[in-house]
């Protein structure tokens, strides 16, 4: 799964239809790779699995929340690698959730052992106390935080582009932790701007970037997260079944729903220079749609067609 090139499809979006005026608007279907092992998750979890393997870890151990889509990703991956893998899970309230959480039961399936822990306990992931007793309750184990970004994550992401990618004026990408547009903004050309949307408040993954990349041919915006994480209301429904419907390609709620939404009205509102060609990352998450659908059902708004 890891050890090949992994190149994906470049598709364009029909202007007419989407009435895109000067611009062109191509998707990068990094949601093509895998159902579970998708988009980012794939690139961030490539060379962190090989390090585990070069070090001969047998377990992986990992944080998320409770609709993570980098939780399904290791559970998914551990099992097609021969790993186990262990997700430490935010919300002790959840334990009694497994069977009914569309995201936690697939990890569980997967062989995933699931230790869940208090929201002030999982504040406190990364100090070397929580670390040490999780030594003790689970032996040895290939850390990856939470999100999955690292050094490695984002040598991954790099991968993204390629020669098929230079010539496009804007590179487009969801932005969580910081991690999979550090990776891109390091692999784009000085001509491309790279826009960054983030799924959550504040623009506080610019330190993150930095840490990775001296490169500022980005912009960053949270002026379409909705509201805040995961956070969604009968707008972007309707605009994510629209757009599946004209385009055949399925958005995730959490980012990429998100971020073509803020395309869109980037494009609407003439931000983006004319005549340019943008490329939109699909970073995938589309294993998400099942459990806000149940948050969808239970607030009576409308369901994200599948
Ligand atoms: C996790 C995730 C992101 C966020 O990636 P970061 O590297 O944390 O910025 C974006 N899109 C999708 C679909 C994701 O699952």
Excluded: W
Excluded at 21 to 36: A, C, K, N, Q, T
Excluded at 122 to 151: D, H, V
Excluded at 208 to 215: A, D, L, R, V
Aim: with cysteine; aromatic share 10%; glycine share 10%.
């Amino acid at each position: 799964m890891f050890s090949s090139e992994t190149l994906t499809k470049i598709q364009p979006l029909d202007s007419k239809k989407f009435e895109l005026g000067s611009y062109s608007v191509s998707m990068l279907r990094e949601d093509e790779i895998h159902p579970f092992v998708s988009g980012n998750k794939f690139r961030k979890l490539k060379y962190n699995f090989l390090e585990a393997s070069r070090l001969e870890m047998s377990t992986i151990l990992t944080f998320g929340g409770a609709y993570s889509n980098h939780i399904a990703a290791v559970a998914a991956a551990g099992k097609q690698q021969g790993f186990k893998t262990i997700g430490v899970i935010r919300g002790e309230e959840l334990a009694s959730q497994i069977t009914t959480n569309p995201t936690l039961a697939f990890a569980v399936s997967c062989g995933m052992k699931l230790h869940f822990v208090s929201r002030s306990i999982y504040r406190s992931k990364m100090e070397a106390s929580f670390q040490k007793r999780l030594k003790e309750l689970f032996g040895s184990f290939y850390l990856i935080p939470e999100g999955g970004t690292n050094q490695l994550a984002v040598r991954g992401c790099e991968e993204m582009l390629s020669v098929h990618t230079a010539s496009f004026d804007y590179i487009s990408t969801c932005v969580g932790t910081g991690g999979t547009i550090s990776g891109i903004i390091k692999a784009s050309e000085m001509h491309q701007t790279v826009l960054g949307f983030s799924a959550l408040k504040g623009a506080f993954q610019i330190s993150e970037i930095e840490k990775y990349t001296p490169k500022t041919n980005f912009q960053l915006t949270d002026a379409y997260c909705f509201g805040g994480y995961a956070k969604i209301d009968e707008d972007l429904v309707r605009f994510i079944n629209e757009f599946h419907a004209r385009s055949g390609i399925p958005l995730d709620p959490v980012y990429t729903g998100k971020m073509m939404f803020g395309l869109f009205d980037m494009m609407k509102s003439k931000k983006l220079k004319e005549n340019s060609r943008i490329l939109a990352i699909h970073t995938g998450g589309l294993q998400g749609i099942d459990g806000m659908n149940q948050k969808l059902k239970n607030k009576n708004l409308p369901q994200i067609n599948k």
